[in-house]
């Protein structure tokens, strides 16, 4: 019996929801870590355009980046 098995008869053994539930949390935490370096093409577009941006200059200073979120917060 290889270890996929055990863990499915393990888990198939276990009436606790609460259990299982954090099981799921740490089956479903595993998946997103594993598959955070997926981006969609429109986030790969939005960082090239953030790229090309900087590197044509078009930048704000920190401090001009936090008047412009405390501007939009207002909205």
Request: charge should be negative; aromatic fraction near 4%.
């Amino acid at each position: 019996m290889n270890i996929k098995e055990k863990i499915k008869n393990r888990i198939n053994a276990i009436s606790d929801p609460r259990l299982l539930d954090e099981i799921l949390k740490a089956v479903e935490l595993e998946y997103e870590i594993e598959h955070v370096n997926e981006l969609s093409e429109l986030e790969k577009k939005a960082i090239d355009n953030g790229i090309s941006d900087a590197e044509a200059g078009n930048l704000y200073s920190n401090a001009e980046a936090s008047q412009l979120v405390k501007k939009w917060l207002k909205k």
